[in-house]
C-alpha cells in the first residue's frame, strides 16, 4: 500500500443491522481486513447507534473506530447525514477511499478528494420488477446507478452481476472488477458431536434430510422443492427449510399439506447463527432452487460444511457452488427430483461432489478474497 496507515471509510448501516446477506458481507469484509490487512485503519459510518447489535464484534476489532453522527441536526437526519453529511467527518478523519459495501455512494466524496468504491450485489429488481414496489425499484435504481456512475471502482460479487450492471447502467466493463463473496469461516469447522446431538435433538431432525437456507419468499422458490418431494420414490428423506417466513410461505404449506408432506416438509424460523454450520453437517444434500441470486451465499456454506449441493440455473449459481454441483431449470419439478435421486442413489457421485467442493470452496477464503480487495483499494489510491 502507499500509505502505511490507509483510512478506508465503510457504509457500515447493514454490518450493524443486519444479520443475514448484505450484512454478513459488510462484516466478512471488515473482518477480513482487520485480521488480514492490519495497517489500515478501518472507519464504520453507523447511522444509528441504537440499532448497532449486528455487529457481532467487528466493532471490538483493534483497526476500527465507530464514525456516527455528531450533531443533533444529524442525529435527527440520519439518512440524510448517511447520504451526505458523512462526507465531512470522513475528511476529518483524514479518510483516503471510502467503499460502498451495499451499493450506495454517499455524494460529495469526489469534491472532498476521497476516492471510492462500490460494492452491487444485484439487480433483481429490475431482473424481476414484479418482486417490488414501484417506489422500492425507482430508489434502487438512482441510488444505484448513480453510484457506478460516480465510483472509481465498481465491485460485482459475480459475472452474473457484472453483465447486469454493464446490461442495465452502461457502466463500462473496464471499471468493473468481480470479486467474489465468502462465508463465514465458521463453516469450514467442524461442529462438536455433542453440539450436533444437541441441534438433532432441539430441533427433532431426522436422520436423513434435505436442507435449504434462505428467506422462504417466491424469488427463492422453494415451491419447486416441494413438487420435487412429491416425485420421488424415497418417501423416508425430509425437507428442512431454514428461513424468515413472508406469505409465500403460507403457499408452500398449503401445497405440502394438500400433498401429505406435513411431516417430510418442515419450515424453520429464528434459527441462530451459532446452530447454523450444525444443521449443515447433520444435512444429507442441500437444494437451492432460487430463481436468480447475485451470489449465492447459501452455497458456499454447503460446501465448506461438506455437503453435496444442487441449485438452478439462469443467474450466478453456478458460480457459487462450482461445475460439480448440479443445477437444474428453477421450473423443471421432474429434474430437480431426478437430481436428487441421483445424488441420494449413488455414493461414489455423493463423494466426489463432497470433495470437488471442498476444493472449489478453497478459492474463497477469507485470506484469499481480503488480498484481492486489498490489491484493487491499492490500485486506486
Not at 450466478?316 to 436428487?340: F, R
Request: positive net charge; contains cysteine.
Amino acid at each position: 500500500m502507499k500509505h502505511r496507515h490507509l483510512h478506508i471509510g465503510f457504509d457500515a448501516k447493514r454490518a450493524a443491522q443486519n444479520k443475514t446477506g448484505l450484512g454478513n458481507y459488510s462484516r466478512f469484509v471488515v473482518r477480513g481486513l482487520a485480521h488480514w490487512a492490519p495497517t489500515l485503519r478501518l472507519h464504520l459510518c453507523i447511522p444509528d447507534p441504537r440499532r448497532s447489535k449486528a455487529l457481532d464484534g467487528v466493532d471490538k476489532l483493534a483497526a476500527v473506530t465507530m464514525q456516527f453522527p455528531k450533531t443533533a441536526f444529524w442525529r435527527l437526519c440520519k439518512q440524510l447525514w448517511r447520504q451526505w453529511g458523512v462526507v465531512a467527518d470522513l475528511k476529518a478523519k483524514k479518510v483516503q477511499l471510502y467503499h460502498g459495501l451495499t451499493g450506495e455512494l454517499p455524494l460529495g466524496l469526489r469534491r472532498a478528494g476521497i476516492k471510492s468504491v462500490v460494492t452491487i450485489h444485484d439487480l433483481i429488481f429490475l431482473r424481476f420488477p414484479q418482486y417490488y414496489s414501484v417506489i422500492d425499484r425507482w430508489i434502487y435504481r438512482w441510488k444505484m446507478r448513480s453510484a457506478c456512475r460516480r465510483a472509481d471502482r465498481v465491485i460485482a460479487v459475480s459475472e452474473c452481476t457484472k453483465r447486469d450492471i454493464i446490461r442495465f447502467f452502461g457502466t463500462p466493463e473496464e471499471k468493473i472488477s468481480v470479486l467474489y463473496q465468502g462465508c463465514d469461516e465458521q463453516f469450514r469447522q467442524p461442529a462438536t458431536e455433542n453440539h450436533k446431538r444437541a441441534v438433532r435433538q432441539r430441533y427433532r431432525l431426522p436422520e436423513r434430510f434435505i436442507l435449504y437456507v434462505g428467506s422462504i419468499e417466491e424469488r427463492k422458490n422453494l415451491m419447486l422443492l416441494a413438487e420435487a418431494l412429491t416425485l420421488l420414490d424415497d418417501k423416508d428423506i425430509t425437507v428442512i427449510a431454514l428461513g424468515h417466513k413472508t406469505r409465500y410461505a403460507q403457499r408452500v404449506r398449503k401445497f405440502a399439506d394438500a400433498h401429505g408432506l406435513a411431516r417430510r416438509f418442515r419450515m424453520i424460523s429464528g434459527v441462530g447463527f451459532a446452530d447454523l454450520p450444525a444443521f449443515y453437517q447433520l444435512a444429507t444434500l442441500f437444494v437451492y432452487p432460487s430463481r436468480f441470486e447475485g451470489f449465492g451465499i447459501p452455497l458456499q456454506e454447503a460446501l465448506c460444511s461438506g455437503v453435496p449441493v444442487i441449485g438452478c440455473t439462469g443467474s450466478s449459481l453456478e458460480e457459487a457452488g462450482g461445475p460439480d454441483s448440479l443445477y437444474v431449470d428453477p421450473d423443471d419439478a421432474p429434474a430437480l427430483a431426478a437430481a436428487i435421486t441421483r445424488v441420494l442413489g449413488d455414493e461414489a457421485l455423493r463423494s466426489h461432489m463432497i470433495e470437488a467442493g471442498h476444493r472449489y470452496a478453497d478459492a474463497f477464503t477469507e485470506q484469499l478474497l481480503t488480498d484481492q480487495l486489498q490489491h484493487l483499494y491499492s490500485n486506486i489510491l
